[in-house]
């Protein structure tokens, strides 16, 4: 099951998404472009937003969609009681070309609070890019 979809996105805004300074982002011109209206992130940075607030609305069928199929988990599991507090991007580069797809790294730094403790979930993740979907594939 899926929590409903917010007005406001969990992930805070893209930077490049239109939005007026301090305002915030509308999840339906953020993260739900991708994660309800099927439209295709355009690059890993983008994808890398989409699933974190896909992680906050427990939504496992675009988790999975939008992981490696090679390294895709069978099921995943969410902390009951998770409160996502915000997403803060560290680094975002293109790693060229592997094996013809195009490759990057995303950095970054999730904070969830569980059972009343507040935890810092950070990771560099690598994506790859396959028939023009970008995919999570692992932690580097
Ligand atoms: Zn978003």
């Known amino acids: ?3 409903p979809a917010p007005s406001v996105c969990p992930c805070g805004g893209s930077p ?3 939005k007026a300074k301090g305002a915030e982002a ?3 011109h ?3 472009r991708f994660i309800d209206q099927g439209q295709l992130p355009p690059d890993a940075l983008h994808l890398m937003r989409s699933r974190y607030t896909a992680f906050v609305l427990e939504n496992e069928a675009y988790l999975k969609h939008t992981w490696q199929e090679a390294v895709r ?8 009681g998770a409160k996502w507090l915000g997403l803060d991007i560290k680094d975002f580069v293109s ?3 592997q094996e013809g797809h195009q490759t990057a790294e995303v950095e ?3 904070r969830v ?3 009343g403790r507040a935890n810092r979930l950070h990771e560099r993740s690598r994506f790859v890019c396959e028939d023009g979907q970008w995919l999570y594939v692992q932690a580097v």
């Open 1 to 3: 099951m899926t929590l």
């Open 16 to 18: 490049t998404a239109l």
């Open 26 to 28: 509308i999840y339906a």
């Open 30 to 32: 953020c993260c739900g």
């Open 73 to 80: 988990p069978q099921q995943l599991e969410f902390d009951t």
């Open 95 to 97: 790693t060229g070309l």
């Open 108 to 110: 970054f730094v999730a």
């Open 113 to 115: 609070r569980v059972g």
